[in-house]
Nanobody, 127 residues
């Protein structure tokens, strides 16, 4: 059974950092060409891209407003992916999700193009 489990969310002050983890089971993350992080600010609201990794060709795409603060990475030995979030701001709170696309071709970093999702982890930023 394919499963993605996010963790690492929590409460942090503005300017603080968090590292999110997405642990995969039932699949090998490195067999997917496109993996990514997305966030949803409110239940029922739209899911927006944070950052996506494509392997062939090797590229990382960031949401324009987040480049330089958020960095995705992977550890194939751990079958996990990570999102390092620095200098968190009051508009960053959301539920953060990791996702996979089943496409063998590189895809744009858009939630409609991703097929598998974790349950999300909540990030709150406040004093």
């Amino acid at each position: 059974q394919v499963q993605l489990v996010e963790s690492g969310g929590g409460l942090v002050q503005p300017g603080g950092s968090l590292r999110l983890t997405c642990a995969a089971s039932g699949l090998a993350l490195d067999s997917y060409n496109n993996v990514g992080w997305f966030r949803q600010a409110a239940p029922g609201g739209g899911r927006e891209a944070v950052a996506c990794i494509s392997r062939r060709p090797a590229t990382i795409n960031y949401a324009d407003s987040l480049s330089g603060r958020f960095t995705p990475s992977e550890d194939n030995a751990e079958n996990s992916m990570y999102l390092q979030m620095n200098n968190l701001r009051p508009h960053d709170p959301a539920t953060y999700y990791c996702g996979l696309s089943s496409s063998y071709e590189p895809v744009a970093c858009g939630p409609m193009l991703f097929d598998y999702w974790g349950q999300g982890t909540q990030v709150t930023v406040q004093d």
